[in-house]
């Protein structure tokens, strides 16, 4: 079974700088796809950024960048110029590429985000 | 565009009464998934539906949890009785079968049961 393991449980920033919050996960598959969700204090889940296994490019999404390292089962992500708006309990997520395996998302146990003005 | 949309946003209701949560997948979407969020536990898939066929119910607790999909619009989870346990946020989810399978929440639905 896969995990995923986000070993920081708070993370704090101050406004305007950067953050990197640490993911990794655990599975012997070859072909997946990696998530981070947002969850801020209303308990939406927001999609932030995703990437796909098969590629090598890190994925970006404005002031959001990942650090995919597939060797060493890590997905990292990285917050540039961070907002008050960022401030947010942060999930990694697993979800295996094979049909067998379902379309289930593994979680980590997030990482809660504060911003400092 | 729509999102996933979720009724109720909030329930309060007495041990032993039956809950049902409302769910209204994103129109195309062909998978829906039942997540619970609580303190102790994080975020856990109770059931997940592909093409109104339940696929994966392992998550789902005990029998007092039963999921329907009987159109692919929209999904109910229902819990009878409930106890105080059963207090949480549980999210719908859907997505499009095939490639990433990005999964878009719904707001929640939190449960509280005195």
């Known amino acids: 079974a896969q995990t995923v393991t986000q070993s920081q449980p708070e993370m704090s920033v101050q406004e305007a700088e950067t953050v990197t919050l640490s993911c990794t996960y655990d599975t012997s598959e070859s072909d997946y796809y990696l998530f981070w969700y947002k969850q801020p204090p209303s308990r939406q889940m927001i999609l932030v950024i995703r990437?796909?296994?098969?590629?090598?490019q890190n994925a970006t999404e404005n002031r959001f960048s990942v650090n995919f390292q597939k060797a060493a089962k890590s997905f990292s992500l990285k917050i540039s110029d961070s907002q008050l708006g960022d401030a947010a309990m942060y999930f990694c997520a697993y979800r295996s590429a094979r049909e067998t395996s379902g379309s289930r998302l593994t979680f980590g146990e997030g990482t809660q985000l504060t911003v400092n003005p | 565009d729509a999102g996933v949309i979720q009724s109720p946003r909030h329930e309060v209701t007495e041990m032993g009464q039956e809950v049902t949560l409302r769910c209204k997948p994103i129109?195309?979407?062909?998978?829906l998934f039942w997540y619970r969020q609580t303190m102790m536990r994080g975020l856990e898939l109770l059931i997940y539906?592909?093409?109104?066929?339940?696929?994966?119910d392992s998550g789902m607790p005990e029998d007092r949890f039963s999921a329907k999909m009987p159109n692919a619009s929209f999904s109910t989870l229902k819990i009878q009785p409930s106890e105080p346990r059963d207090s949480a946020v549980y999210f719908c989810?859907?997505?499009?079968?095939?490639?990433?399978?990005?999964?878009?929440f719904g707001p929640g639905t939190r449960l509280l049961v005195l």
């Open positions: 990437q796909e296994a098969y590629k090598q």
């Open positions: 129109s195309g979407h062909n998978s």
């Open positions: 989810a859907s997505s499009f079968r095939g490639g990433a399978g990005t999964q878009y």
């Open positions: 539906f592909n093409n109104n066929v339940p696929i994966d």
